[in-house]
């Protein structure tokens, strides 16, 4: 006899917190394809250290250069807030 288990699977939810949404939110929109190496682990240490309302206020400036110009200029925001904090 099967268990309920066995009969219904249920798939694992990976339990993330907000902070790593966001943080992989930055490192998806901003590894370049063409550049190998990329400081993904750089990036999430200095975003770790800021609060969730400042990544969520970073993250809203983000996209809206994005929409209103393009993603470069969005990608040299975020560079040049990075060095200045």
Excluded: G
Excluded at 35 to 52: C, D, E, Q, T, Y
Aim: charge should be positive.
């Amino acid at each position: 006899m099967q268990s309920i288990n066995e009969i219904i699977r249920i798939p694992d939810k990976k339990k993330t917190s907000e902070r790593a949404e966001l943080i992989s939110f930055f490192v998806e929109n901003l590894r370049n394809k063409q550049n190998k190496k990329f400081p993904a682990r750089m990036i999430a240490v200095k975003l770790s250290h800021l609060s969730l309302e400042d990544l969520r206020y970073f993250i809203s400036v983000f996209k809206d250069i994005q929409n209103r110009k393009n993603n470069e200029a969005a990608q040299r925001f975020f560079w040049w807030s990075l060095k200045c904090k």
